[in-house]
């Protein structure tokens, strides 16, 4: 699905970089070799990066308690 409209970015382009950015939407859009434009897209792109991230932390978790 496309998130970007600006620049026909989907959720899953999205979902590849999420976890370089930082939390930062700016560094999504660095990561894809693009800058957003409207803005319109920033809520999606955040929850992509907060998901990205709570999956990180729960596989950080699991490890943790495999060790």
């Keep these: 699905m496309i998130i970007c409209n600006c620049n026909a970015i989907s959720d899953k382009d999205f979902k ?3 976890h370089y950015a930082d939390g ?3 560094k999504c859009f660095s990561a ?6 409207c803005g319109r897209c ?3 792109i955040q929850n ?7 999956d990180y932390i729960a596989a ?3 490890k943790k308690s495999v060790a």
């Design 16 to 18: 590849k970089v999420a």
């Design 42 to 44: 920033f809520t999606g």
């Design 24 to 26: 930062s939407i700016k």
């Design 32 to 37: 894809l070799d693009k800058r957003p434009n």
């Design 60 to 62: 950080e978790k699991l």
């Design 48 to 54: 992509i990066i907060d998901l990205a991230h709570a």
